[in-house]
């Protein structure tokens, strides 16, 4: 089947923009998780979703992240105000209560 | 606590050799162990997990050994081949306590090379 996909796959913005980053999970996947990967650095986990509620977003970098999660499927996660060193790739990861989680290809952002 | 610290940064490795990745933790409730190979703008890929009450896992040419009381685990890739030259991550789970959302930790990633 399907796997994880995220879009755009590379997006570039300048210093100040909002931009939206999608996640579509594995059909069926009731759990979600955001990360962030900077260069050369490891995963950084953001935010996690059981269905549509996020329990904890403390793992948010800034109040100028956000992200939602609708119908128990898709995610939305919004950097307002963008600044540079938001730069990294952002992968998205679904799971259905187990362990293993499933990382989608990730959407590079640039911020100039 | 938290952390998950993976070395070596990089290896380099001859065709047909053994490649080894070490990682160790501190938190004794992490709970699961998965190892992801990234292959150069792709997604990790999960490879090989174990769980804490066993001491080995082996999958084909991958192997996680496990030693609980030191906290160690550590990544064995057999006749390494030129196509596993990749990064690889271990990671470890929180669980769902404390806070915690179970949640991957990850170490900073080993950058193998494999020589023909």
């Known amino acids: 089947g399907a796997g994880v996909s995220q879009s755009p796959s590379n997006k570039v913005t300048e210093k100040g923009k909002d931009v939206e980053l999608r996640c579509d999970p594995i059909?069926?996947?009731?759990?979600l998780y955001w990360y962030r990967q900077s260069l050369g650095q490891g995963l950084e986990f953001l935010i996690y979703f059981q269905g549509n509620s996020a329990p904890d977003k403390s793992g948010l970098p800034s109040d100028r992240f956000s992200a939602e999660r609708t119908g128990g499927s898709v995610s939305t996660l919004t950097i307002q105000r963008t600044q540079q060193e938001d730069s990294a790739v952002y992968l998205c990861?679904?799971?259905?209560?187990?362990?293993?989680?499933?990382f989608g290809p990730g959407t590079r952002l640039t911020v100039l | 606590q938290q952390q998950v610290k993976q070395s070596p940064q990089s290896l380099i490795v001859q065709k047909g050799g053994i490649s080894i990745i070490n990682c160790a933790y501190e938190n004794t409730a992490f709970d699961y162990f998965p190892w992801y190979q990234q292959f150069p703008g792709k997604g990790p890929a999960l490879l090989i997990a174990?769980?804490?009450?066993?001491s080995e896992k082996k999958e084909g040419r991958f192997t996680i050994s496990f030693n609980k009381s030191a906290k160690q685990f550590s990544l064995h890739i057999m006749d390494s081949q030129p196509g596993d030259s990749a990064t690889y991550f271990c990671?470890?789970?929180?669980?769902?306590?404390?806070?915690?959302?179970?949640?991957?930790?990850f170490g900073k990633g080993t950058k193998l090379s494999v020589k023909p």
């Open positions: 990671a470890a789970r929180g669980g769902f306590y404390g806070g915690s959302q179970g949640n991957l930790i």
């Open positions: 990861a679904s799971s259905l209560a187990v362990p293993e989680q499933f």
């Open positions: 059909s069926g996947h009731t759990a």
């Open positions: 174990i769980r804490p009450d066993v």
